[in-house]
């Protein structure tokens, strides 16, 4: 068990929805991130927040948005949902803003996410 | 760009030993680290280096040469529980994890 927490585990909604993932680091995990993985892909990194501020963005669509909230957990929001959306999206803590030694990122189980 | 490659998929046997390579280039350099990745799983660490060299952890090991912008993943007497992909990431010069594709090991008795 890392220590970081995601819901829901499991998701199936149709195009054109819009859904809502939730994320809670490690205690004392400053940085989170999200990453998609489609089936046999590699992981793509979407967007990183420190401490609630946006720190990075990746390949991230702007139909997706996301945002760290003071206690610092955080949420991705999907809109517009498309077929190729299905997938399974991580979110990862770590300590700082990736510093050496502080850069470990810890992930999540992951929700699956399957637009039908 | 910045880029890593790794091998799509390497076969190997219950009890033998793999080397995984990983090649990269990319904008600066704060060090490497290898996760392992069960199908369907999260990614879990396994290993960081930011000096050349050697770092030993049981069955598991990774090198790193930073002027040949390469590194390995040796796995020895491998376990059937090792069938997993192998995920190298490199931080640039922002700090920032530039993920590479992933190797596909499997595992044959």
Redesign the interface.
Known sequence: D?GVTQTPKHLITATGQRVTLRCSPRSGDLSVYWYQQSLD???Q?LI?YYNGEER?KGNILERFSAQQFPDLHSELNLSSLELGDSA?Y?CASSTG????GT????????TRLTVL | GQNIDQPTEMTATEGAIVQINCTYQTSGF??L?WYQQHA??????LS?N?LDGLEEKGRFSSFLSRSKGYSYLLLKELQMKDSASY?CAV?DS????I????TKLIIKP
């Open positions: 890392s892909q590699g992981l990194f990183q990075a399974l991580f803003q990736g510093e050496v850069a470990e990122q810890f992930f999540g189980p992951g | 704060n060090g680290f369907g799983e999260a990614p879990t660490f960081y930011v995920l931080m922002n700090y920032q994890l993920w590479g594709a992933g």
